[in-house]
């Protein structure tokens, strides 16, 4: 995966994917993500970007679900992928860890979610 993580760590129009909801949704994470790395040790924001990621892929994949998206499956095997890799962390988060989230949403928004656009 090799797109650049923005610094700031902030969603810019790059991400946009051209569904308000999940670009919506999409900059939440940014935020909920930034403030994991600001706070490592505060697990009620690892919890709250935990709550996040599960609420925002459940999204896509109800839009994948009605838009009979013919890469729902692979799709929903990457974020399930993720999600058991972030529910088995505990704060404190390292910077490794941080890091590793940065770099996997803005590579799935730009490598993976830009390959639905204009399907849903």
Known sequence: ????????????????????TIDTEHKGLFVAIFDCCKAPADGGKLSFLVQKVVDHFATEEKMFAAANYADAAG??????????????????????????????????????????????
Do not use: C, Q
Not at 1 to 20: A, C, I, K, Q
Not at 78 to 95: C, G, N, Q, R, Y
Not at 96 to 115: C, E, P, S
């Open 1 to 20: 995966m090799g797109f650049d993580v923005p610094e700031p760590y902030v969603w810019d129009e790059s991400f946009r994917v051209d569904y308000d």
């Open 75 to 120: 799709h929903k095997k990457i974020h399930d992928e993720f999600v058991a890799k972030i529910k088995t962390l505990s704060a404190p988060i390292d910077a490794a860890t941080g890091d590793f989230a940065k770099n996997w949403l803005v590579n799935h928004i730009k490598g993976i979610d830009t390959k639905y656009m204009g399907k849903l």
